[in-house]
């Protein structure tokens, strides 16, 4: 499978689509779900084309990965989420309920992740 340039997510990095931005810097960008699936329901996403999880662990460079990773650590802060509680989620591959293969992680705060299934993106 190859990365789709086109895929909704390149197209809010790029600026086509418009996007509830919560936070950015020069490795994520972090923004509200359009069809949340809890009451805080972000999603991260890195600057990077990476597919998933693999692709980006994988290719990425170090900085990209520790900066991906504070940047999902400076939106629970922001959000005042390490004291309330919350939920990571990342998805992978069709089986996994991937949908859109551009890599990012969800953040789920104040509803209970079996009250959330089924999830799909």
């Not at 086109?6 to 990095?13: D, K, M, S, V, Y």
């Not at 990425?60 to 989420?81: C, M, Q, R, Y």
Request: glycine residues 4%; proline residues 6%.
């Amino acid at each position: 499978m190859k990365y789709d340039k086109n895929n909704i997510f390149a197209r809010i990095l790029r600026k086509e689509l418009p996007a509830q931005v919560v936070y950015e810097d020069e490795y994520a960008l972090a923004f509200h779900d359009i069809a949340p699936r809890a009451p805080v329901h972000i999603l991260v996403i890195p600057k990077g084309a990476y597919m998933s999880f693999f692709d980006f662990s994988e290719k990425a460079s170090p900085a990209e990965i520790t900066g991906f990773t504070k940047a999902i650590h400076n939106v629970i802060t922001s959000l005042d989420l390490e004291n309330k509680g919350f939920w990571l989620l990342s998805s992978h591959r069709e089986e996994g309920g991937q949908v859109i293969f551009h890599y990012h992680v969800h953040i789920f705060s104040g509803r209970r992740p079996s009250q959330m299934m089924p999830l799909h993106s």
